[in-house]
């Protein structure tokens, strides 16, 4: 069997597609590149935008194009949200995330009834999966903050957390395979642990917990968050990180808004004010704590002043990084039964101006980083110059004249400046740096 995967959306949904093809795998599949001719295509669907479910549908019709006698199959939250909304000749399936880590055994069952054709049968042994540089430790699932603008907890189920034991595990091979940074993720990875959601609580934990535990762990690796709610941050979380050295010290804090009035209508549970403090209480563990954000522009009834504090607050909180996005409509979602609903010029003049916005503060924040030594995780490019991450995720090209770079390897870097042909406006500095010698 020749298998095919396709990922859209987040880390989670990253997480779970390399489980499959690693259960793929194991079960003798050949994995191949989505464009190549396959027997079966999974395509891990996202619909937490408009714009999300419209490229879910996108690339289903294009497996369809590439093989038109494959088993398509279409997993996730747009099956959830959506099953049945394509016709029968796109998809053959579609299968929820309640049974993702079920579709190797469907998938064996649809080809018992329905044989793959023999001149389709590939006897190669499977390819390993590419490694990469991070890998990503899925620790959590669910959510129940029910925003007003967010689909989420209606296609992904209730809360549930790994067991620690088992997130150390993971943990453990990781490391042992030669990854040097690992990403916690989950769906909502504050709630990790929180009682009620575990089938034992009293193993559970807390994430401040998890974190200490797994950097026990013996090895050259460093843990990072995926992104998290402010009201985490308390004294109890910041006393626990502040006793490890592996945490990678940025944080991606959601904001999605400056305004406590559209903070309050989207469900978001805490103010401008409680935000700026969880910033000021982790840069009280290491003040050049990197920071970045989602902001939401355009949520119905948001006034232009309510606009303006959402500028303001990107200028107070000097974010290193801001994912800007225009509000996009849910059915089934409080915010998508509002009748104030915003024009889309409106929001797309808006979500430029924020954009600009946060290239400014960015480009300014950034100066404060320059001279100073970064650890950097290698990625990619030859042995003179690489790109990569330092722990504060500040992307860097790193160069080294005695050609002594490869990927997958933490290197001492001073970071000498920035490279403006790099660098994303409104998104992502480019800092270029030099290896340390000696």
Do not use: W
Not at 244 to 263: E, I, N, P, R, W
Not at 268 to 273: I, L, N, W
Not at 344 to 367: D, P, W
């Amino acid at each position: 069997m020749r298998a095919a995967f396709y990922t859209l959306g987040c880390k989670v949904n990253s997480y779970e597609t390399e489980k499959l093809q690693k259960m793929f795998a194991a079960d003798g599949a050949e994995i191949v590149p989505f464009e190549e001719q396959a027997d079966v295509y999974i395509v891990n669907t996202c619909t937490v935008t408009q714009i999300a479910a419209k490229k879910s549908r996108q690339i289903l019709h294009r497996a369809r194009r590439i093989s038109p006698d494959a088993l398509i199959i279409a997993a996730g939250c747009y099956a959830d949200e959506s099953p049945g909304a394509l016709p029968d000749d796109i998809v053959d399936l579609y299968i929820g995330n309640a049974d993702k880590m079920r579709i190797p055994e469907i998938v064996k069952e649809h080809f018992r009834e329905h044989p793959i054709p023999v001149q389709t049968i590939n006897a190669q042994t499977a390819e390993a999966i590419q490694d990469r540089t991070r890998a990503v430790l899925k620790i959590q699932d669910g959510c129940r903050q029910f925003c007003t603008y967010c689909i989420i907890p209606f296609v992904r189920g209730p809360l549930q957390s790994r067991p620690v034991q088992e997130c150390v595990e993971e943990t453990e091979r990781l490391v042992r395979d030669g990854y040097h940074e690992i990403v916690l993720t989950g769906i909502h990875v504050s709630s990790y642990g929180k009682k009620g959601t575990y089938p034992d609580p009293e193993e559970s934990g807390s994430l401040g917990d998890l974190i200490l535990r797994l950097s026990e762990i013996p090895g050259d690796f460093r843990i990072r968050l995926s992104s998290l709610e402010p009201g985490i941050v308390t004294r109890g979380f910041v006393s626990r990180i502040s006793q490890t050295d592996k945490l990678c010290m940025h944080f991606h804090l959601s904001l999605q808004s400056g305004s406590a009035k559209v903070l309050r209508e989207m469900n978001r549970h805490y103010t401008p004010e409680e935000y700026l403090q969880a910033m000021d209480m982790l840069r009280g563990v290491d003040p050049d704590t990197g920071f970045t954000t989602d902001l939401i522009v355009g949520f119905p009834g948001e006034t232009e002043q309510e606009f303006q504090e959402s500028l303001g607050f990107i200028e107070k909180a000097a974010f290193n990084r801001v994912h800007v996005f225009k509000y996009s409509r849910r059915p089934g979602t409080g915010a998508a039964k509002r009748k104030d609903q915003i024009p889309e010029e409106i929001k797309h003049e808006r979500s430029r101006l924020a954009i600009a916005k946060a290239g400014e503060v960015t480009e300014r924040n950034a100066a404060r980083y320059i001279g100073s030594v970064r650890e950097v995780l290698l990625e990619t490019g030859d042995a003179l110059q690489m790109e990569g991450y330092t722990r504060e995720y500040l992307r860097t090209v790193v160069t080294d004249p005695r050609g002594g770079l490869c990927p997958n390897k933490l290197v001492k870097v001073r970071l000498n400046g920035i490279d403006h042909n790099r660098t994303t406006a409104g998104e992502e500095i480019c800092f270029t740096g030099g290896v340390e010698i000696g």
